[in-house]
């Protein structure tokens, strides 16, 4: 059966992440600077819990976890561990409480790490902190039961097996906590399915399987074999994504997302399969509940759309 995924914010929900900058916390001392950290860091553990809640009331199936929900947890200077928080123990145990809420729904939670994640940048630093930010998103995704931090390969840097095998060699950089979560997607400028599912069978990475950026930057696979070849990398429930282009696909920029999802563009051989597929759409809940009701019309009983249990 098919699950739906909302992305990280809310349209119209009363549902809010907070985060701070660099410059605000440095002008507080250490302390204080933990402090407002800790504030915050406790605010979003209470906001995730009625996200979560909120999706499991209306039958959305995953939530994608916002990256700066411990804000400036890698941040060179302002960094910090949980444990270095005023109730550090405090705000892993919320968490952690988001995390049996999740699980006691059937709800899925993952982590999609921001583009300057490039496990094969050129640059060392630019490695380092990408492998910073993929163990803090894994710290949290242990707390609260996610399975899946997905990153885009990186750069092509003029020569994609060398590229490639440059982000192979710093999987070994990576704890057994963020390796085994750790999943790649074919992006709409670079790297294709048929580019990445090499690398797939190689370092044991699943595919998600993006179909507008597929679209975007086809290769010599239709949609239907390249889900075929995207399941099969899978060890666990797949997670695919899902857009449509704002402007329509005839129109200047077909790589911009719309508000919503045309249901023309969920593709048909998904609506058979058990499958988490995350909407990408910047209406946010909205789009997803719109598309959940689209395709409760279409296809069969046997092939419904997931419910979460409230």
């Known amino acids: 059966m098919l699950r739906l995924g909302l992305c990280c914010v809310f349209r119209d929900q009363p549902i809010k992440f907070r985060n701070t900058t660099a410059a605000a916390v440095g002008r507080l001392d250490r302390s204080a600077g933990l402090r407002k950290l800790n504030e915050l860091a406790l605010a979003n553990a209470e906001a995730l ?8 009331g209306v039958g959305i199936g995953c939530f994608r976890v ?11 200077q302002h960094g910090y561990a949980v444990v270095d928080l005023p109730d550090g123990g405090e705000v892993i145990r919320r968490f952690e409480r988001c995390g049996a ?6 709800l899925r939670t993952c982590f999609h790490p921001d583009q300057f994640v490039v496990l094969n940048s050129r640059r060392p630093e630019v490695v380092d902190a990408s492998i910073r930010e993929l163990e803090y998103q894994a710290e949290v995704a242990e707390w609260i039961g996610a399975d899946v931090l997905n990153i885009h390969a990186g750069g092509s840097f003029g020569d994609k097996s060398e590229a490639l095998a440059a982000f192979s060699r710093n999987l070994d ?3 057994a906590a963020a390796r085994s979560r750790l999943t790649v997607e074919n992006d709409d400028t670079t790297y294709t399915p048929s580019d990445l599912l090499a ?5 044991g990475l699943p595919l998600v399987y993006d179909v ?17 070849r995207a399941l099969a990398t899978w060890n666990r429930e797949p997670m695919f994504h899902v857009s449509s282009p704002i402007e329509g696909w005839d129109g200047p920029r077909p790589l911009r997302h719309h508000d919503f999802i045309d249901p023309t563009d969920f593709p048909e051989s998904w609506k058979s399969l ?3 597929v ?4 910047k209406a946010k809940e909205v789009a997803v509940l719109k598309l959940l009701s689209d395709l409760e019309r279409s296809v069969t009983p046997e092939a419904r759309v997931r419910p979460s249990r409230a």
């Not at 819990?49 to 499991?56: D, G, I, K, T, V």
């Not at 809420?101 to 059937?106: D, E, T, V």
């Not at 995350?278 to 759409?281: D, L, T």
């Open 66 to 76: 916002n990256s700066q929900i411990l804000p400036l947890r890698t941040h060179p």
């Open 278 to 281: 995350e909407v990408e759409a």
């Open 49 to 56: 819990f009625e996200a979560l809640s909120y999706c499991a």
């Open 101 to 106: 809420f999740a699980s006691q729904n059937s």
């Open 212 to 228: 507008h950026h597929h679209r975007c930057l086809p290769d010599g696979l239709d949609i239907k074999e390249a889900t075929r």
């Open 274 to 276: 058990n499958l988490t």
């Open 173 to 175: 950089r990576l704890s």
């Open 199 to 203: 690398l797939c069978d190689s370092t």
